[in-house]
């Protein structure tokens, strides 16, 4: 399975724009780019997925580099509920295999 | 809608003992997934199943049954627990219609320590 590499943590403040990197340098023509994220004590929640053009939805965008061997999530605004580890995952063509890295930890200060 | 509904919420067992954890969605999904998180770890796939009556294995089967006898519900067995397998249980459901990369929902978890 090609693979994902995130920073371990990140910080932000709230009210400002957050940008999320993921490097997958390994993607393959077939692999969709998910992000889920993880709030303390809760299961994953979907984000945002895409293949090869931006994506936008009413949580996040999703921006995709020409050759997508990288991407970012982008939070317009973080809240505090925003903090929560974030999960960047390839699938291959199809979600039923996600495997999910360690994320990278944001967190948002008031 | 509940969702992705998983029971119990905690659970201790000893070493040797069985349990079943249960899931069950209500949002007549065909996909169904069973994954366990150890501490400051991302999560694992146990099992997953595309529908009533079928099940595969996913990256860490071993010491774990399953069965999808209906489409709401995805039980999870553990057998002769052991140590190695205290961890935070996710089920998680997906529906198959249309694009075939819909989104995982997720149950709260199953806190499980074996002593």
């Known amino acids: 399975d090609a693979k994902t590499t995130q920073p371990n943590s990140m910080e932000s403040n709230e009210e400002e724009p957050v940008h999320l990197p993921c490097n997958h340098s390994?993607?393959?023509?077939?692999?969709?780019i998910h992000w889920y994220r993880q709030l303390p004590s809760q299961g994953p929640e979907y984000v945002i997925h895409?293949?090869?053009s931006n994506v936008n939805n009413r949580m996040a965008s999703l921006a995709i580099a020409e050759d997508r061997k990288s991407s970012t999530l982008i939070l317009h605004r973080a809240t505090l509920r925003d903090a929560a580890v974030y999960y960047c995952i390839l699938s291959g063509g199809s979600n039923y295999k996600l495997t999910f890295g360690k994320g990278t930890l944001l967190t948002v200060n008031p | 809608n509940a969702g992705v509904t998983q029971t119990p919420k905690f659970r201790i067992l000893k070493i040797g003992q069985s349990m079943t954890l249960q899931c069950a969605q209500d949002?007549?999904?065909?996909?169904m997934y069973w994954y366990r998180q150890d501490p400051g770890m991302g999560l694992k796939l146990i099992y997953y199943?595309?529908?009533?009556?079928?099940?595969d294995k996913g990256e860490v089967p071993n010491g774990y049954n399953v069965s999808r006898s209906t489409t709401e519900d995805f039980p999870l067995r553990l057998e002769l627990a052991a140590p190695s397998q205290t961890s935070v249980y996710f089920c998680?459901?997906?529906?198959?219609?249309?694009?075939?990369?819909?989104?995982?929902?997720f149950g709260d978890g199953t806190r499980l320590s074996i002593l």
């Open positions: 199943s595309v529908g009533a009556g079928i099940t």
């Open positions: 949002m007549n999904h065909n996909y």
């Open positions: 998680a459901s997906s529906s198959s219609v249309g694009d075939r990369n819909q989104p995982q929902h």
């Open positions: 390994t993607i393959s023509g077939t692999d969709y």
């Open positions: 895409g293949l090869t």
